[in-house]
């Protein structure tokens, strides 16, 4: 299945041994603290969707509206989001970085590459929202 195949790719480029998808529910959760990296598969599109899941949006009045239109700002035209669509993910709070990929368009390494930037995206966004966590990233190199 070529979204397997894409996610090989991602596997190798991070170390990691097996990244695939789960054979009953196509959708695989990736924990790279503080980003969660969602994939879910669509049949029906024959696209990849990647969910990056980001610290929730803060609670208070003033700074919430700062971030709030910060982010709509980042969404406009997708010049902070680099064909991707912020959203709230309203069960959480937390604030999402989704990109959708075409499986018939992607190669491993045009895959590899489009999801460093979209990680590299998901720090900038979780570092507005919160305190910048100081770790190591698999996927940025």
């Known amino acids: 299945q070529k979204a397997d195949v894409l996610l090989a790719a991602l596997a190798r480029h991070m170390n990691i041994d097996v990244l695939a998808l789960e054979p009953d529910r196509a959708y695989l959760t990736l924990n790279l603290d503080p980003v969660q990296l969602i994939f879910a598969l669509s049949e029906e599109t024959e696209e990849l969707l990647a969910v990056a899941r980001l610290s929730p949006l803060p609670t208070d009045g003033a700074p919430r509206e700062n971030l709030a239109r910060e982010l709509m700002q980042g969404n ?6 680099a064909g ?6 309203e069960e959480s709070g937390c604030v999402c970085l989704s990109c959708r990929y075409a499986l018939d368009r ?8 489009k999801m460093k930037r979209q990680y590299v995206l998901a720090e ?3 570092s507005r929202l919160g305190p910048e966590e100081k770790q ?4 940025r190199a």
């Open 76 to 81: 406009f035209s997708w010049g902070g989001t």
């Open 106 to 113: 992607e190669t491993g390494v045009s895959f590899v590459e």
């Open 124 to 126: 900038y966004w979780n």
């Open 136 to 139: 190591a990233s698999r996927l």
């Open 84 to 89: 991707g669509i912020l959203g709230l993910e």
